[in-house]
């Protein structure tokens, strides 16, 4: 089988110079891999002159929506990718974290994106930022996407996985992308690559796809391109100091493999639950993935005084794991995904035995066609002088464990890693955690602290995950991938805006204070979605507070705060006197600015932002400002739902004095008409 790329909306099969790809359990040819002929500057012109406006055009929702389709799609044809994952090595398990672990990242951006972004093309971020004394000048920040296109060159690990979680955060911040899958397992990429083009859900130039050597790639690209790269931080390093990539100060975004650790805390012993744990995820670890994994533990980091009790849970627990063919039910651990990488397993085993002791390694004896490899636990005594171990990675299911005596000792000893992707922590005392991440934290992308109250819902050491960043300083190539919102904006340009408040409010659709304000005959409330303008304010009639208020709140509530129903007391606070109930100034403004008639406002949909900046007293007279500040379409979860949409309020109530006593916004649903 002869794997095809896909440039500028046609498939495309190179006729020489291939590659073969095996299955490294037998040996046996799986596919033919190759590039040449590729066009790939006239794919990146594509993809900006096509892909580019294409994704602009469409608001953050409607990419949301885009990506939400593509991921029930794709979950339902995950069977047809299993098969083809099992010729890679994975196992089920490995697997099923890959191809529906990948799916899941597009079912969060999606989710993610519709909940914290606006229904917009362009995203308002942060506070408003007062530039004069009158409020006619302000700065805003915006985000913008880049008109350029996000080339992802990926791992041989997780040809699924690694794929979506970037394309994810590229499609909402409205960039295009080409995805360049490591040979060893594109394979697999092309299966549910195709499927995503079979879909017909992305538009036009937004995905295009490179099996094979990626050649003069890296000449084409420029300042609005975005380049990510998943591998070895010997080859991100090249990449990074590419002549073209700092010339035009490509975006450039690196994960590499890092030494990574888990360590147990002083306070554990081994009849706790935390002590279980640790062993059972060391052992997971190492053989996931058979240790191919960018995250895997590769250093275990124990107390002096359990190092044996550990070192013997370790390798009971090892030798039962099953190795061998994954399509059998039982098999625990695969190969590795190529049997060129054998090789290099055994020669940095060779390395890490020079100055360690072998405390344990299978004796199972494989094919020499096969690329399997026994697991090999190893014991460092002096992890301070031994520098090897903190250097040299066999990325295989390798772990070498090692000991501490104080909390500063491990600390000291995690950070040796020089930057890692993820450390793991296993303690019951909340303290030692603490002290391990003031200490560690600079020199981690993540660190999951396990205790037994959230062992069991825990995702594990090695599974990132689309809501956090993924990435880490130093050897970990420094980058992030992922991480909820950010790393959307790693494919948009932050603009900072500057000049008068309706301006910048147009600009964004979203009022900010000082913008003009549009008053109308008709109460808001009895306005439709759609007849809502951003901008359009109800300045309400007024209310003077009574004793009688404050009184019958507080039997209504049951709120008997001296404050509100002291006189003696008040007096001696701040407040010196008596003043009312906050929660009864919110219920007043509401009496103030709702309409009592049924109109298209269906329901009150939340609070946010409350502010009380000035007490209220007996006598006082309030007043209530309602603005229309920003509208989002709701989208129907039933057929026969009623059409809707969210609209967020200003809500600032003075007194008269015409100062501010409360400021918050509500949320209301509104009926739309369609």
Not at 24 to 30: R, T
Not at 162 to 178: D, H, Q, R, Y
Not at 207 to 212: D, K, N, P, T
Not at 217 to 244: C, Y
Request: charge should be negative; glycine fraction near 8%.
């Amino acid at each position: 089988m002869k794997l095809r790329s896909y440039a500028k909306g046609e498939w495309y099969e190179s006729q020489g110079d291939f590659q073969k790809l095996y299955n490294p359990v037998n040996s046996e040819e799986v596919a033919l891999v190759s590039s040449e002929g590729l066009d790939i500057k006239s794919m990146l012109e594509y993809a900006r002159k096509v892909g580019s406006p294409n994704l602009r055009n469409m608001t953050f929702h409607e990419r949301g929506r885009m990506l939400k389709s593509l991921a029930q799609y794709l979950m339902s044809r995950k069977d047809e990718f299993y098969p083809w994952s099992f010729k890679t090595g994975a196992t089920k398990i490995d697997s099923w974290v890959d191809i529906e672990g990948g799916i899941s990242t597009l079912f969060t951006y999606a989710s993610k994106s519709r909940r914290e972004l606006p229904d917009e093309k362009i995203w308002i971020e942060g506070a408003m930022e007062p530039l004069s004394k009158n409020g006619t000048f302000i700065g805003q920040h915006v985000c913008v996407p880049l008109q350029g296109v996000a080339v992802h060159i990926n791992a041989y690990n997780f040809p699924v996985w690694g794929m979506l979680e970037k394309l994810a955060p590229t499609f909402i911040g409205g960039m295009p992308a080409v995805v360049k899958p490591s040979p060893t397992s594109a394979f697999l990429a092309e299966k549910v690559f195709a499927a995503i083009i079979e879909s017909k859900i992305l538009p036009d130039g937004a995905l295009q796809l490179i099996c094979g050597e990626p050649y003069d790639l890296l000449d084409h690209l420029d300042s609005q391109d975005v380049l990510t790269f998943t591998g070895s931080a010997e080859t991100g390093k090249k990449l990074k100091s590419h002549p073209n990539l700092i010339k035009n100060s490509v975006r450039f975004n690196m994960e590499a493999d890092s030494i990574n650790c888990s360590i147990l805390g002083a306070d554990v012993t081994k009849e706790m639950h935390e002590f279980k744990l640790f062993v059972k995820e060391v052992v997971s670890e190492m053989t996931g993935k058979a240790g191919q994994k960018c995250t895997a533990i590769r250093r275990t980091i124990v107390p002096k005084n359990l190092i044996n009790e550990v070192t013997e849970a370790i390798k009971e627990r090892l030798a039962k794991i099953k190795i061998g063919d994954p399509l059998n039910e039982d098999t625990r651990m695969g190969p590795l995904a190529d049997k060129r990488y054998l090789q290099l397993v055994n020669e940095k085993i060779k390395l890490l035995k020079e100055s360690m002791e072998v405390v344990y390694e299978g004796s199972e004896k494989y094919d020499e066609s096969s690329a399997f490899v026994n697991p090999v636990l190893l014991k460092c005594d002096n992890p301070f002088e031994n520098k090897i171990v903190h250097e040299i990675e066999a990325f295989g299911p390798v772990n070498s464990i090692m000991p501490y005596e104080t909390i500063d000792d491990a600390v000291k000893i995690a950070n040796m890693g020089q930057g890692s992707l993820v450390a793991s922590v296993f303690t019951a005392d909340n303290n030692f955690a603490k002290e391990f991440v003031l200490g560690a934290g600079s020199y981690h992308g993540r660190i999951m602290i396990i205790n037994k109250d959230c062992a069991k819902e825990s995702t594990g050491h090695g599974s990132p995950m689309p809501h956090l960043t993924h990435g880490g300083p130093g050897r970990a190539g420094g980058g992030e991938e992922m991480g909820g919102m950010r790393g959307i904006l790693k494919y948009m340009q932050r603009v900072a805006l500057q000049g008068h408040p309706t301006t910048i409010s147009k600009i964004g659709n979203k009022y900010l204070k000082g913008a003009e304000q549009l008053i109308d005959k008709i109460h808001p409330f009895q306005k439709y979605f759609e007849e809502l303008e951003i901008g359009e304010t109800l300045i309400t009639h007024r209310r003077t507070v009574t004793e009688a208020d404050i009184i019958n709140f507080a039997g209504i509530s049951g709120d008997f705060f001296y404050a509100h129903m002291d006189e003696v007391a008040a007096r001696e606070s701040m407040f010196e006197k008596r003043v009312a109930h906050g929660y009864f100034v919110l219920s007043a403004a509401a009496g103030l600015f709702v309409h009592p008639a049924k109109g298209p406002v269906l329901a009150n949909y939340g609070l946010e932002n409350l502010r009380f900046t000035k007490p209220v007293y007996i006598g006082d007279t309030i007043q209530a400002k309602l603005i229309c500040m920003k509208k989002t379409l709701k989208e129907k979860r039933e057929e026969t739902d009623i059409p809707q949409g969210v609209v967020e309020w200003n809500v600032e109530v003075i007194n008269q004095e015409n100062e501010l006593v409360a400021v918050y916004t509500i949320l209301t649903l509104v009926e739309r008409k369609q």
